[in-house]
């Protein structure tokens, strides 16, 4: 497959022979940030001609505080983002007045080159938003100007960096490099970028071997950084093809395994899994698709930046996994004809995937080998608990869409969690867990994920079991030895519809929004549908607007100073109520065992079982049958395979024993460790 993909790069090559490859690559970067649409390109000059009719004589908006030091959410960036949407309506039009006021902005800028506390707008922010500025209307600079803007561009010192902050480097000095015709600044610069699109050893930034992402040390980012990075790394990539800058065969082949089998696996419609995204959660609008041309590329980025348009540039080009590409472009799009199925667990970032046509689940954990979370820049306050178990369930993509300043941060859909301690629990923000027996197995169809938790004085064993049409999560040995309520929260999210609910004996039934909910045992289950308060500015950066809407938030009471608590729920993506009560009356799932030393179910029709064993142990088969592990593992057994992790992330022989037959299943170690062997049965 290689030498055909290097065949084709030869031929592609040979036709840009011989032009301006210089030129080839600013072309390729000004269109790609250019609507073809009619409609899109009608609402840049309308937008640019309101920012044109603002402006005051000096070149500067009165509406913005230039004296602003916001380290995240800058003020002043304002400026250069509506000059960049001035200067692209330039290149949309011959509006001479706009041109005009489009110089005395950028004027305006050069003159005061205003600076911020934050390292990150100086070298990285603001070399980018003038640097696409400056190419837009490259024909009507001076010498002065052009200088003036390459000047502000080389500022960044990207041989220190690593990930994203590396690319975002990389690709100035690129645009740079475009602006001022050196072709010796774009070819150091892309070599270095192919540099980074490789998977890094163990405690580096960048590509995990799982094709997860990390930044800021062991930390899950593959929805901030990550997402960044798969933007920037996929369009960039697209600008060079067939020219003499483009991708080697091994840079390639990493990317596309990093787009494909890792953020391919994170996305509905056009939301990015909110777990994976960090402090970045805490940024209004944040997308993996954006539909306004008018927007970015810094926060929130539009849709010249954001995935969708990245995938669509990339998939433009014969690539050898072309047809998955092409499949990732639609769903980007918003056609549903090509689904991603499967179940997929990352286990260098203690993350699970579970992918059906009609829903897609996540879990998000956190072991003594990663960092949880992180608040920086005064970004990511309350989030402590973002990595405690995090389980959040997408139908169409918009169920949590903008809804963290609403959100009760001591439940957190799918965590356990000490209720009225965020305060106290704000210093364990970017520290690692305490456990190591955290992770998942996983067949590529079906997975379990499993978390030991300790939390301050909490401790729990958390497992959820992937099926088809529903998944279990359960808890046990629930204790903690403070007098603050403990809770498990099953959802929090947007108020969408009439709420149906039941009771069949000692078990419970919800209903709300195509979701059903069915807790098989006595529990405490708690459900609030009205009004939640809260701004932006109780998380992150944003505006201290104190907004109000209906949020569902359905938890389970644990009680204060709880001992050996449990709990057991089923969670049916696109179940109607009647369907909900009715599996409530005959369950096809059975609980097995939900205890410290095991979590197990079976699935009533498939025979499957998946269990936790958190110490060697054995569960019955019926007909006098046992299952049986020598060592702590995770397992899932159908009829013909069985497949094995072991969450500490460490090599290890497990015999599982199957009745009277029995099999060794030899679990690898280094960058694999932690990750699932299938083995078929004998």
């Known amino acids: ?87 692209k309506g330039c290149r949309l039009s011959a509006d001479a007045e706009l041109k005009a006021k489009t110089q005395a902005a950028l004027s305006f800028w050069l003159d005061h080159d205003f600076h911020n506390p934050n390292w990150w707008w100086n070298e990285i922010g603001v070399p980018q938003l003038l640097g696409e500025t400056a190419l837009m209307i490259q024909n009507d600079l001076s010498d002065a100007q052009c200088q003036a803007v390459g000047k502000i561009m080389a500022r960044g010192v990207w041989t220190k960096w690593t990930g994203q902050n590396l690319i975002w480097g ?118 993996a698709v954006s539909h306004s041309w008018t927007s970015g590329p810094i926060a929130p980025a539009g849709a010249a930046y954001t995935l969708g348009n990245a995938v669509r540039l990339l998939t433009s080009h014969e690539l050898p996994r072309k047809a998955e590409f092409d499949a990732f472009a639609a769903r980007l ?81 799918g965590t356990t969690a000490e209720q009225g301690a965020l305060d106290i629990e704000a210093k364990s923000i970017g520290t690692r867990g305490k456990t190591s027996f955290v992770g998942g197995a996983s067949d590529g169809t079906y997975g379990i994920a499993a978390m030991d938790l300790q939390r301050g004085q909490l401790k729990a064993h958390k497992a959820w079991m992937f099926f088809d049409d529903e998944f279990v999560c359960m808890g046990a040995g629930i204790t903690c ?25 000692a078990a419970s039934w919800f209903q709300h929004d195509g979701v059903g909910y069915v807790f ?65 009356r005959e369950p096809d799932i059975e609980i097995v065992s939900n205890s410290p030393e095991m979590q197990a179910v079976r699935h009533r029709i498939s025979g499957r079982i998946m269990a936790a064993f958190y110490a060697p142990g054995k569960l019955s088969l019926g007909g006098g049958h046992e299952l049986s592990v020598d060592q702590p593992c995770l397992l899932i057994l159908d009829s013909s395979q069985v497949t094995v992790s072991n969450p500490r992330n460490q090599a290890m022989k497990v015999h599982v024993g199957i009745g009277d037959k029995g099999i060794d299943v030899s679990l690898p170690g280094g960058e694999l460790a932690g990750s699932s062997v299938t083995t078929q049965l004998p």
Not at 357 to 372: G, K, P, Q, T, W
Request: with cysteine.
């Open 333 to 413: 799009r918003g056609d549903g004809t090509s689904p991603l199925v499967g179940n997929k667990h990352f286990w260098k970032s203690d993350y699970m995937s579970h992918r059906r046509a009609e829903y897609f689940a996540s879990v998000r954990m956190f072991s003594d080998r990663l960092i949880n979370t992180e608040q920086v820049n005064s970004e990511g306050r309350k989030s402590q608990h973002l990595a405690d178990g995090c389980c959040l369930l997408y139908r169409n993509g918009y169920e949590y869409t903008n809804i963290f300043p609403l959100w009760d941060w001591a439940k957190v859909p």
């Open 170 to 287: 990389v690709t100035n000095q690129i645009l740079r490099g475009c602006l001022v015709g050196s072709e010796n600044l774009v070819a150091e610069a892309y070599k270095r970028f192919y540099d980074e699109i490789r998977v890094v050893p163990a405690d580096q930034e960048g590509i995990q071997a799982d094709y997860s992402f990390h930044q800021h040390g062991a930390q899950f980012y593959s929805g901030g950084y990550g997402l960044a990075f798969a933007q920037d790394t996929a369009r960039f990539t697209s600008f060079v093809w067939g020219t003499k800058y483009q991708i080697p065969a091994e840079n390639l082949d990493v990317l596309e395994h990093y787009l494909l089998d890792g953020e391919a696996w994170m996305v509905c419609g056009d939301t990015f899994d909110y777990s994976a995204m960090g402090r970045e959660i805490t940024r209004k609008g944040k997308a």
């Open 481 to 505: 030895t403070s007098e603050n309520p403990v809770a498990t929260s099953v959802n929090q999210c947007w108020l969408h519809g009439a709420i149906a609910k039941g009771t069949v004996g």
């Open 1 to 87: 497959m290689k030498w055909l993909v290097c065949m084709a790069m030869c031929v592609i090559a040979a036709r840009v022979a011989g032009a301006d490859e210089l030129a080839v690559v600013k072309d390729r970067f000004i269109q790609s940030i250019l609507p073809t649409g009619h409609g899109e390109r009608a609402s840049i000059t309308s937008e640019a001609g309101r920012y044109a009719a603002s402006i005051m004589v000096d070149g500067r908006w009165g509406d913005i505080d230039y004296a602003d030091q916001t380290l995240s959410l800058w003020l002043a960036r304002e400026h250069l983002q509506r000059l960049l949407v001035m200067a």
């Open 520 to 584: 098989l045992s006595d529990e405490r289950v708690h459900l609030t549908s009205g009004a939640q308060k809260g701004s932006w500015a109780d998380i992150g950066t944003g505006s201290a607007e104190v907004l109000s809407e209906r949020v569902f938030n359905l938890w389970i009471d644990h009680g204060a100073r709880a001992s050996d608590g449990t709990y057991a729920y089923i969670v049916l993506p696109g179940a109607l109520a009647s369907t909900t009560e009715a599996r409530v």
